[in-house]
């Protein structure tokens, strides 16, 4: 079920949790939890530097303000209480007491402060940048109370500051250390997480260490290890092998993974698959005329763009490459429980590969065009590559010539934000960041977005700015349902492919291990039972 959380302005947000409770006397900390996941290598360490989809490698460190429970509600964590005032225009964020960062001084409103700053400065490729500029002072009102002001109302500002969804940049960092040189800190980083930092080899290995009698919780294991791993065959042998104790594993290995006895966590949709069709920005230095799907010619730019959704057969791909595991949808970030998606576009669009050949041919192409195919994987989404190649092969079958163009990540990830990648088509998947699906257009597809994941429109603009604004849920999913959304279909700015769920494969020595709903990635490692 994919997460809610209601932040209603004006109204002072004292929730208590058992996983913020005083830590019991436990065990100590003992043995190694290893993990495989596909993809990093843009990992890095400083508030300004970090842009977000490493986050299933680099949450360990680090802490937020606030945090998620299992029902989705928003909970203290480095914050023990909060306010929303003036109708979300002022933000207030009381502090809890005696929390250390790794190198043994106390966290404070300052280190909130210049985490802040830093997240918003000049050139800053954090995904949390653009909404951090927002704000229009900050007022430290004592060590452990900080006040958040804004011009205009942000409502869900509380959902920028969480660590209970993926891509949480918002973590909170040492004022003290990262001042004292940021080389140095980049080298040796620390946090006020659960679990401290060993060593690092950029895109092949990260280790950390369990922090004893941690403020919030002592991890079982003593060190977690990430490994780069981007083949799932070779996954798969190392879980089998016993040389690691979790993957991430797509929906085709499965039944692989049950037949060998394997434990499996499967947690329901947590991201959104689309294809990018890139280079939607009209009035952008980078926009080409010429990209078939961006075209001045409006009417003629969305026949493309319909063919190439009607070419691909959205269900073959969810029954063949992605293992059954999640439903093929109608329209881009949507998911199938979502208030605000009208029944009709949840239906996926049909597959026609007939009519996509005659609509490409009226809109001026009857012999197709030649389009590039980025295969990318994305942290905790390993699958993607397979996605995109499917999608080339259906669109060869009406015509056009894919060139298909591997490409690690990393490498990529400056295209995005430069929006260079104009006539490039990218499988991705969109992970939940908010509760609500303008929070991710804030990041993707706003002009002022930090990245851009799907296009550019003023209408999109008008709907995301319109809905940050609004203190009402009601009225929010109101707008939602009955104009953005069904103006999204209408437009269809992307390949919509559906709404899938992530896997992981669980060796013999794990035990327990609360995840949270609609968390895309692997993460509560501290809260990883022994079995």
């Known amino acids: 079920m994919r997460v809610r959380s209601w932040i209603g302005a004006s109204i002072t947000m004292v929730l208590l949790s058992t996983i913020t409770a005083a830590v019991p006397v436990a065990a100590a900390p003992e043995g190694t939890l290893t993990v495989a996941v596909a993809t990093f290598g843009n990992e890095r360490w400083l508030p300004h530097l970090y842009v977000g989809a490493e986050d299933i490698v680099l949450k360990p460190l680090w802490e937020n303000l606030l945090n998620r429970d299992a029902k989705g509600n928003l909970i203290p964590?480095?914050?023990?209480?909060?306010?929303?005032?003036?109708?979300?225009?002022?933000?207030?964020?009381?502090?809890?007491?005696?929390?250390?960062?790794?190198?043994?001084?106390?966290?404070?409103?300052?280190?909130?402060?210049?985490?802040?700053?830093?997240?918003?400065r000049e050139g800053s490729a954090n995904a949390l940048s653009n909404e951090m500029r927002l704000i229009k002072s900050m007022e430290v009102e004592d060590p452990y109370t900080i006040a958040i002001h804004f011009e205009k109302p942000f409502v869900t500002f509380g959902n920028r500051v969480t660590s209970g969804l993926f891509g949480s940049t918002g973590y909170i960092q040492s004022k003290k250390h990262l001042e004292a040189g940021e080389e140095a800190a980049e080298r040796r980083p620390i946090g006020t997480g659960p679990w401290k930092f060993v060593e690092h080899l950029r895109g092949d290995r990260i280790v950390y260490e369990a922090v004893d009698r941690h403020w919030r919780a002592t991890p079982n294991y003593k060190r977690l290890v990430f490994l780069k791993v981007p083949e799932p065959a070779t996954r798969m042998a190392m879980l089998r092998a016993g040389s690691v104790d979790v993957i991430e594993a797509g929906g085709e290995y499965v039944d692989e993974l049950k037949k060998v006895g394997m434990r499996l966590l499967t947690m329901p949709n947590t991201s959104a698959i689309w294809v990018i069709l890139g280079g939607q920005w009209a009035g952008r230095p980078s926009y080409d005329p010429k990209v078939p799907w961006a075209q001045p010619d409006a009417e003629r730019a969305r026949k493309v763009r319909l063919a190439l959704n009607l070419a691909v057969d959205k269900k073959a791909i969810f029954d063949r490459v992605l293992g059954g595991v999640g439903s093929p949808l109608g329209t881009v970030n949507a998911y199938p429980t979502d208030p605000w998606m009208p029944e009709a576009l949840l239906k996926p669009i049909p597959y026609d590969p007939a009519k996509a050949k005659a609509l490409l041919a009226e809109a001026g192409y009857p012999n197709g065009f030649d389009v590039t195919m980025n295969l990318t994987a994305w942290p905790g989404r390993g699958y993607l590559p397979d996605v995109g190649e499917a999608v080339a092969t259906y669109w060869e079958k009406i015509g056009l010539r894919v060139k298909r163009r591997p490409v690690d990540r990393a490498v990529f990830a400056a295209d995005?934000?430069?929006?260079?990648?104009?006539?490039?088509?990218?499988?991705?998947?969109?992970?939940?960041?908010?509760?609500?699906?303008?929070?991710?257009?804030?990041r993707i597809s706003h002009s002022k977005a930090a990245v851009h994941l799907l296009f550019e429109h003023p209408k999109l603009d008008a709907f995301v700015d319109r809905l940050g604004v609004e203190p009402s849920a009601a009225a929010r999913t109101k707008i939602m349902r009955e104009e953005m959304e069904p103006w999204l279909h209408e437009y269809m700015p992307a390949v919509t492919i559906g709404a899938t769920h992530s896997i992981a494969g669980v060796g013999p020595k794990v035990g327990d291990w609360p995840l949270i709903p609609g968390h895309l990635g692997l993460h509560n490692w501290e809260y990883v039972t022994r079995k």
């Open 77 to 120: 964590m480095l914050a023990e209480r909060w306010q929303a005032l003036d109708g979300g225009r002022t933000w207030k964020f009381h502090l809890r007491k005696g929390v250390k960062f790794h190198n043994g001084t106390e966290l404070t409103a300052e280190d909130v402060r210049y985490t802040f700053t830093q997240i918003a």
């Open 416 to 442: 995005f934000r430069a929006r260079s990648y104009a006539g490039v088509a990218l499988a991705y998947a969109g992970p939940i960041i908010g509760p609500e699906p303008w929070e991710l257009f804030v």
